[in-house]
């Protein structure tokens, strides 16, 4: 009789691993073989990786239920196949115990009726889980700031400090040489040559706002009236910030570089892809890099432990057609990326 320790895979498999066999230890349980990972003919199939080593008279130990299936006849079917074989099943989390070896009819239609309950109970768990998660990842994404619209807001609200500045140099500059001239002239101890130097100063101090205004916007002294100049540098400032819109536009719609190898892929879609909200069936555009999504098709928001391990997920959401992920930015809806989840070969 040998005694079998299974835990589901997870990003953490080994701590987790090491934790159950510790608690199983606990409760008076001898683990001989522990096993993590399913086999992708298991992982088709349905089966533990343990199927083919399980003997009548073998016991399974899981740390929950709900590590045997994603859903209530998965869950269920892997039980009763291990009841058929005549294999008892541990659940430590659970404290319940599945005897294959009953052969009393009344026991086993309980042990049955208790296996459904179980299977049921497994199932809503895991499905509100993935709600709280998915509820979790759309109030981060609610609550952060938008990267896009705030890099776009950066070199208009830079402008608009520089323009304040160079308006309030230009009032004070009026109001000095409007108000200055006046009281030197009535003054009747002002001489020829006193107001001479005063308006050489006025001049003097009037040009610093308009020279630094034309070195700021790269432009040649135009000669001709204030209001001349005034206007060539408001054009330049405006074709300025064009520029500077136009260039960060132009960045944003440069597509990122996820950098994920396609063994990632293949566990970001085994983690996401059977998503019913984010199913998109018969699409209607191109599923490809740089397509655009339209409006009355729903983004999935990618789960908060994915984003965890994935940093360049941060800030997109995703569609799954068919064996593919598409990852799509949400402000421009447009498709950046495209995440494989079938196996190659």
């Known amino acids: 009789m040998t005694t079998y320790l299974y835990e589901a895979p997870s990003s953490r498999s080994r701590q987790a691993l090491a934790t ?205 009236v204030a209001k001349t100049e005034q206007g060539t540098a408001s054009q330049a400032g405006a074709s300025q910030l064009a520029g500077d819109r136009n260039n960060q536009e132009a960045s944003n719609d440069a597509q990122p570089s996820l950098g994920l190898s396609p063994e990632r892929e293949r566990e970001i879609f085994s983690t996401v892809g059977d998503w019913r909200s984010a199913r998109v069936k018969n699409a209607s555009f191109p599923v490809a890099p740089g397509a655009l999504v339209p409006r009355a098709v729903h983004l999935a928001i990618f789960p908060r432990r994915l984003i965890a391990h994935e940093a360049g997920l941060r800030g997109y959401r995703f569609i799954v057609a068919g064996q593919r992920i598409a990852v799509v930015d949400p402000a421009s809806r447009r498709i950046v990326a495209i995440l494989n989840g079938q196996r190659e070969g």
Not at 40 to 56: I, N, S, T, W
């Open 20 to 224: 159950q066999w510790r608690r199983a230890e606990a409760v008076g349980l001898a683990i001989d073989e522990a096993f993590t990972e399913r086999g992708a003919d298991d992982a088709d199939r349905g089966r533990l990786p343990v199927h083919d080593k399980l003997k009548a008279g073998d016991t399974l130990v899981v740390s929950a239920i709900g590590s045997l299936g994603e859903s209530y006849t998965e869950i269920s079917d892997v039980i009763r196949d291990l009841m058929r074989r005549r294999i008892c099943l541990r659940s430590i989390n659970d404290n319940l115990t599945f005897d294959g070896r009953i052969v009393d009819a009344g026991k086993q239609a309980s042990r049955d009726s208790l296996i459904a309950f179980a299977a049921a109970a497994a199932e809503v768990e895991k499905t509100a889980k993935r709600a709280a998660e998915e509820r979790q990842a759309l109030v981060e994404e609610l609550s952060a700031p938008e990267p896009i619209a705030r890099d776009r807001q950066g070199p208009v609200l830079q402008f608009g400090v520089v323009a304040a500045q160079l308006c309030a140099l230009a009032v004070a500059a009026f109001l000095v040489s409007f108000v200055s001239p006046k009281l030197t002239r009535n003054s009747p101890a002002a001489s020829s040559l006193q107001m001479a130097e005063l308006d050489r100063q006025r001049v003097e101090e009037s040009a610093p706002p308009l020279a630094s205004f034309r070195e700021m916007q790269g432009e040649r002294p135009a000669t001709g």
